[in-house]
């Protein structure tokens, strides 16, 4: 299994209603300094109908600028259409919303 099958593995497990950090998957895949490989990954996945990648957010919560799938808002309304708050400047409360990896 490549770098980038073990990624998409784990963000089909993020449940809607829930987002994941980049550092966070990383850190699932045994590499918590690969938080830009996640992002790469996630750039280049072919199956977005079946591996979520919108629900992955910056450390702070923020939706990525250039959404890869669309432009910069389509993450932050995929994200809305899961039932989790987005505020006006992109950004989710991870507090409230961050999967527990689980």
């Known amino acids: 299994m490549s770098y980038?099958?073990?990624?998409y593995s784990i963000v089909k497990k993020i449940p809607k209603g829930k987002v994941a950090t980049y550092g966070q998957?990383?850190?699932i895949t045994g590499s918590p300094k690969?938080?830009?490989?996640v992002g790469y990954?996630?750039?280049f996945n072919r199956d977005p109908r079946h591996i979520p990648c919108y629900?992955?957010?910056?450390?702070?919560?923020?939706c990525a600028p250039a959404f890869a799938f669309g432009g910069p808002d389509v993450q932050a309304a995929l994200l809305r259409a899961d039932g989790i708050?987005?505020?006006a400047?992109?950004?989710?409360d991870l507090d409230k919303y961050?999967?527990?990896?689980?």
């Open 89 to 92: 400047n992109g950004y989710v």
């Open 4 to 7: 980038y099958d073990e990624v």
């Open 55 to 62: 629900r992955v957010v910056n450390r702070y919560g923020r």
């Open 34 to 37: 690969a938080s830009r490989a």
């Open 85 to 87: 708050e987005v505020d």
């Open 98 to 102: 961050l999967w527990d990896g689980k």
């Open 25 to 27: 998957i990383a850190a």
């Open 41 to 43: 990954a996630l750039h």
